[in-house]
């Protein structure tokens, strides 16, 4: 953390770092990840994950503009001392949002390269974020980029700060990688439902609200799903082939 905060020309020690990516296959079922580390140490309670809603066909830099606004846009204008600070707003997101929301990171990377740092700098212009210190480390070379720096930044391949980012980086992959497939598993789930013979709105819905989701409709057993009111054991058969 020292060599980082050196190298990067920090204001503080990077005690906190988040990290940011995008998992997406031609702009389908986009999702973003956050992760944390705090004194190098990953603090898997604080990750988040997100449901790109906003941004339509393949663009990396609108879909981490999206993620990166939402993660920030209730911080308003950052004191730049690395205490929480009061949200503009109360917090829905639950599972403590509230708070993981509210807190300054002494340090933002983002997987990608100089324009997803540039992207992530629009954001921040906009919603009045000063003091956050950003960062961008792109994979091919390891460069580092910062912000108001135009030349990159390397560190030696042996270097503990590369490692640190590294680490950081590949956690943030990893964690948006999962929940790409996951969403795209459900996805394909809800597709094959849709196409099950005799099942239209209604009955869909009601599979729903009585097994919770579409998992709980493929785990039933035949005689539950013919249970539901609506449902013959025919239809019944035919949820259980589809799904």
Same mark, same amino acid.
Request: a positive charge; hydrophobic letters at 35%.
């Given at each position: ?90 917090? *829905? ?14 340090l933002v990377l983002?997987?990608?390269? *100089? ?22 480390l792109a994979k ?24 640190l980012v590294q ?18 598993? *459900? ?14 709105? *209604? ?41």
């Amino acid at each position: 953390m020292e060599e980082l905060q050196e190298r990067l020309n920090l204001p503080r020690l990077p005690r906190r770092m988040e990290c940011y990516d995008i998992s997406s296959i031609q702009g389908t079922t986009p999702v973003g990840s956050m992760v944390v580390f705090e004194d190098g140490q990953a603090r898997s309670s604080q990750y988040r994950r997100f449901k790109i809603k906003a941004v339509e066909g393949v663009d990396d830099y609108a879909m981490m503009q999206e993620m990166v606004r939402r993660r920030f846009q209730r911080l308003g204008r950052a004191r730049g001392d690395g205490k929480a600070v009061e949200e503009e707003s109360p917090s *829905k997101d639950g599972r403590g949002q509230s708070q993981t929301w509210g807190i300054i990171p002494d340090l933002v990377l983002i997987d990608g390269g *100089k324009g997803h740092l540039n992207a992530v700098v629009e954001v921040f212009l906009e919603l009045g974020i000063d003091g956050v210190p950003l960062a961008s480390l792109a994979k091919e070379q390891e460069e580092i980029f910062v912000r108001d720096t135009p030349e990159s930044i390397m560190l030696p391949r042996s270097s503990p700060a590369l490692f640190l980012v590294q680490r950081l980086r590949d956690e943030a992959h990893r964690f948006a990688v999962t929940y790409h497939q996951k969403s795209r598993t *459900k996805k394909g789930m809800q597709s094959a439902m849709d196409l099950v013979p005799g099942i239209g709105p *209604k009955r869909r819905r009601m599979l729903l609200r009585r097994f919770g989701s579409v998992k709980g409709v493929k785990d039933a057993s035949l005689e539950e799903l013919a249970a539901v009111p609506g449902m013959t054991r025919t239809l019944a058969q035919k949820v259980k082939e589809f799904l």
